[in-house]
């Protein structure tokens, strides 16, 4: 079960030298199920699979920078709520 689940991330889909096809629609732009494999220089499905795989190097970036702008976010609202919590506290106290 592991190896396959490790198969089906080694999908082209999910490599850096994968880059995807889009066509251009009524409001915007659809992925299709093909790319080009810069390893190979030739057209594949997104489905396939080779021993060149690797790491797409942008996407970890992105979804880390996405992850940390979230956690900040969450940091601040946190930190607001801490806020309203002290001061609720402190007026009980002055009463």
């Known amino acids: 079960m ?3 689940r490790e198969k089906n991330n080694k ?3 999910y490599c ?3 880059e995807g ?3 251009k629609g009524g409001h915007r732009f659809e992925r299709t199920k093909q ?3 810069r390893q190979y220089d030739k057209i594949v499905n997104n489905k396939d699979s080779c021993e060149f795989w690797k790491t797409n190097r942008r996407r970890l970036y992105f979804c880390k920078r996405a992850v940390s702008r979230t ?3 969450i940091l601040i609202d946190l930190s607001a709520i801490h ?3 002290q001061e609720n506290e402190d007026e ?3 009463l």
Do not use: A, D, H, V
Request: glycine share 12%; hydrophobic share 30%.
């Open 2 to 4: 592991l190896e396959e």
């Open 92 to 94: 009980g106290k002055n």
């Open 35 to 37: 790319g080009i494999c």
């Open 71 to 73: 956690l900040y976010e």
């Open 83 to 85: 806020q309203i919590m």
């Open 11 to 13: 999908k082209c889909l």
């Open 21 to 23: 096809y889009y066509t």
């Open 16 to 18: 850096g030298n994968f």
